[in-house]
């Protein structure tokens, strides 16, 4: 248990729903584009959303515009381009340590959720990651968020990638492509995963790819180097109401619902018990941050898997050169820390 307990922080989070900033915000709202993968988000993305509800952003100074993508890799291509109008991006991390290794011109700064939430879903039948051995997996591409989770369940068999077979699924399609039988297994969210469970009887969860990889670095808030230096104080409070949003979910179930609810649309209607589960789920594993949520080993690990993996032409980066540090620094300092240790 955390020595000053969400419960307690949980009030001063509220009073910022409510209309306390905190020192140093501006007095008019100022203007962010966040880019976000996949309409309608998926649900351990709704804190961003909640933030925008809840007022979270503007009690911050900030006028936050969601610009949505098909997918982190698509996200994080946009957000490297000349001509993006992006100023943040929720990515899937490694991609965005491979874009900075290579030149993107991004950095990480904050993450609000740092472990891998995702299961491999297996059709009826297949019962172990051993059962893997000839089946058809569903990934967006080798090295990506999918592919990654396939292989460290693969690995907890003693498989490789050669004992299966890829087929190529962009994250829409890896829930039809599993209840159709056109894959035999896919990574996919926690909800998804229940979904397709509804939808085709037997269907089976092999593993959750945060105990499987549990120093893996899920996803990152990136931005340009330049826009970090020039316009510090926006992505602070930016930082700050995202802090806000995720302790404040830890104790607000009725809020964090009626958010979920309102942005995945008539994808889980009729479905409440979906949304509710998977919220259990997520305060269960505490896999929302509520400080900072850059855990310096989850870095260093996730850095190190990648060139394990060859995704850099020379040596890896170093962590400074990866991450901002001091953005998150900056946030704390305004809203205060948890117990050491709680990312």
């Known amino acids: 248990m955390m020595k000053r307990t969400l419960a307690g922080l949980f009030g001063l989070v509220l009073a910022a729903s409510l209309g306390w900033a905190g020192p140093g915000v501006a007095a008019a709202a100022e203007k962010l584009v966040l880019g976000m993968p996949v309409k309608p988000p998926n649900m351990i993305h709704i804190p961003v959303f909640y933030a925008l509800d809840k007022g979270i952003f503007k009690k911050n100074g900030l006028d936050v515009e969601v610009k949505f993508f098909r997918g982190g890799t698509a996200t994080h291509r946009a957000a490297a381009s000349a001509q993006s109008d992006l100023d943040a991006s929720w990515v899937p991390a490694p991609l965005a340590m491979s874009g900075i290794a290579g030149g993107s011109g991004l950095k990480i700064f904050h993450c609000m959720a740092f472990k891998n939430e995702a299961q491999v879903a297996a ?30 369940t693969l690995e907890s068999a003693g498989l490789k990638d050669e004992d299966v077979k890829y087929i190529m699924t962009p994250p829409p399609a890896r829930v039809p492509y599993l209840i159709e039988g056109k894959a035999d297994a896919v990574v996919i969210h926690v909800e998804q995963v229940l979904l397709a469970q509804k939808r085709r009887p037997g269907v089976t969860s092999l593993g959750d790819i945060w105990k499987l990889m549990p120093n893996y670095l899920y996803g990152a808030f990136i931005a340009p180097e330049g826009k970090l230096k020039s316009n510090r104080d926006a992505y602070v409070r930016f930082t700050v109401a995202m802090i806000q949003a995720n302790r404040a979910i830890y104790k607000d179930k009725k809020g964090y619902l009626e958010s979920a609810k309102k942005w995945i649309g008539p994808l889980y ?21 509520v400080n900072g949520g850059l855990p310096k080993s989850s870095v260093d690990w996730t850095n190190s898997f990648n060139a394990k993996l060859k995704k850099y032409k020379g040596d890896p980066p170093t962590y400074e050169q990866l991450v901002d540090a001091g953005i998150v620094k900056e946030a704390l300092a305004k809203v205060g820390e948890t117990e050491p240790g709680e990312n």
Do not use: C, M, Q, V
């Open 269 to 289: 209607e009729g479905h409440d018990d979906i949304i509710e589960k998977t919220y259990d789920t997520f305060i269960k594993e505490r896999l929302w941050s």
């Open 123 to 152: 059709a009826p039948g297949i019962k172990s990651a051993a059962e893997l051995k000839g089946k058809t997996i569903g990934i967006e591409g080798r090295g990506g968020y999918s592919h990654l989770g396939a292989l460290a």
